[in-house]
């Protein structure tokens, strides 16, 4: 018995066959992994990058990435990485606790409780592993 695949199916057989070629380590690859190598920015760089930067009168960097923090609330909290990595800036560029859950609880009007509940274990994630800064 023979099965079709699909073109996507086949495409991502491909693609799988291409990262293994170009970096066997990808095989094992792990977001969390990743976390890791990539280190939170400073708050004077992220200002200047993200924050007043860009704007002398415009959004400072925490602002930003709470802004970006409800962003990825209302998509479901479906990046786990991005949604970690957007606490851990969030919280080096200023933000308290209560500041990101009350962003998170906010989108719950707009993402639903599911959305909200996710993106809440995230954050807790990051903010139990105690490596963010004093508030």
Known sequence: MSS???PFELFME???EMARAFNPALESFN???FEKMWPTMPKDFMEMTFGKGLSKDGLDAKTRLLLTLAGL???GAQADTQ???TVRHALEAG????EIA???AQMSMFAGIP???RAMELAREVMEDGKEPEE
């Open 4 to 6: 079709t695949k699909t």
């Open 14 to 16: 491909q693609a799988q």
């Open 31 to 33: 977001p969390k992994g």
């Open 73 to 75: 609330t209302m998509q």
């Open 83 to 85: 949604v970690r990595m």
């Open 95 to 98: 933000a308290t606790r209560d």
């Open 102 to 104: 009350e962003t998170i």
């Open 115 to 117: 959305a909200m509940t």
